[in-house]
């Protein structure tokens, strides 16, 4: 008598979706772009936490980073806008429904160049979101011309020299006031995801800045920004867990120097300092050594800042619970003798 094989059990998260739910269409970028990494690392991400796919809606600008959204998360929201324009559709939808995790996917071009003014104030609004740079130093898009996180003396394939200083985009979100600025290496997997999930249980404004070589066109010696050059100089200044609120902490870590920052929910990303004593609580700390790395070439990751109790800009408006979309019209339109009793004020 012959048994007939079970197909085995799928794996699922803990809201019980399979990884393919966090999934989005083919890529269309360069086969090698770190884009696609980050893309990846959301998926996964997304899908350890088991954040449900409809509460996420996704932001993007112009560029190659922009267009990366398609790839993953295809069952969330998504609205693709102008160039550098992204803050305040993000900002906007936030102001609809403060509940929706907002996800935003820009490019160094997007936000440091066309969408400074936008992301000085959406920094500044403490606006509870995940921004990420995918910063390449180039304009992939338009065929791979310098942008403003391009180093000096960094050389474009044609041998052109950079010879204008640039942004440090994680130096402008410290200064503007993001409560959680974080760089990392789009090849640097445990890294990245620690930060990702510690940005997606942030509750306020995470900006990641992650150095997302362009094969195409920012890959060559003499970028600042390719593999070799991330090899060669990064400088990791802890190593990262995190644990979620939903799990158990049943293990104790053997090292000493581990120090720990409190999610709003309950999460705990647990810090094991390497021989660097930093501290990712300290703003003044988090600049200086963004100012020492600069000035010895090198190229600091991990979590450069966190703040867990700053108000975010929702929160300091004191905005209703539910979605305003939802509220009923006696709550949204005053009523006549209100609009009377104004008009009378003003005669
Ligand atoms: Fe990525 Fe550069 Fe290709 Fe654009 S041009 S998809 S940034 S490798």
């Known amino acids: 008598m012959s048994t ?5 059990a799928r794996k699922t998260n803990r809201i019980g979706l399979e990884v393919l739910s966090y999934k989005g269409g083919k890529t269309t970028l360069c086969a090698g772009c770190g884009h696609n990494a980050i893309s990846e690392r959301i998926i996964e991400c997304f899908y350890d936490m088991g954040v449900e796919p409809y509460t996420v809606a996704k932001f993007s600008g112009i560029g190659c980073s922009s267009k990366s959204p398609a790839y993953f998360l295809g069952l969330s929201h998504g609205f693709n ?61 338009t065929k791979g011309q310098f942008s ?14 950079n010879e204008l200083p640039p942004f440090d985009c994680c130096a402008l979100a410290l200064k503007w006031g993001a409560t959680l600025v974080a760089r990392s290496f789009s090849g640097d997997k445990p890294q990245l995801q620690a930060i990702l999930k510690a940005a997606i249980a942030h509750n306020g ?33 802890h190593t990262l867990d995190f644990v979620p609120s939903y799990q158990d902490i049943s293990l104790e870590m053997e090292d000493g120097a581990v ?23 300290s703003k003044i700390g988090a600049l200086t050594a963004l100012e020492e790395a ?7 990751t991990g979590l450069l800042y966190a703040h867990t109790e700053k108000p975010t800009f929702i929160e300091n408006l004191n905005l209703a619970d539910e979605a305003l979309a939802t509220l009923p019209l006696d709550k949204v339109r005053p009523s006549r003798a209100a609009l009377e009793e104004i008009m009378e004020e003003l005669r």
């Open 205 to 237: 404004l995470s900006v990641i800045d992650v150095i997302s070589p362009c094969v195409t066109f920012n890959d060559h010696a003499g970028s600042t920004k390719s593999y070799s050059y991330m090899k060669d100089h990064e400088e990791p200044i």
């Open 4 to 8: 007939t094989a079970q197909p085995a």
């Open 81 to 141: 806008g102008v160039h550098g324009r992204m803050p305040a559709i993000a900002s906007g939808a936030l102001l609809a429904n403060r509940h929706i995790h907002a996800l935003g996917v820009t490019g160094d071009g997007d936000t440091a160049s066309i969408g400074i003014g936008q992301f000085m104030h959406l920094v500044r609004r403490n606006m509870p979101m995940i921004y990420i740079i995918e910063n390449n130093g180039v304009y992939g898009l």
């Open 294 to 300: 600069e000035a010895k070439g090198e190229v600091l």
């Open 148 to 161: 403003a996180t391009a180093d000096v003396g960094s050389k474009l394939k044609s041998g052109t020299v």
């Open 259 to 281: 120090q720990e920052v409190f999610m709003h929910d309950g999460s705990r990303l647990r810090i094991r300092k390497l021989e660097r004593d930093y501290d990712p609580t």
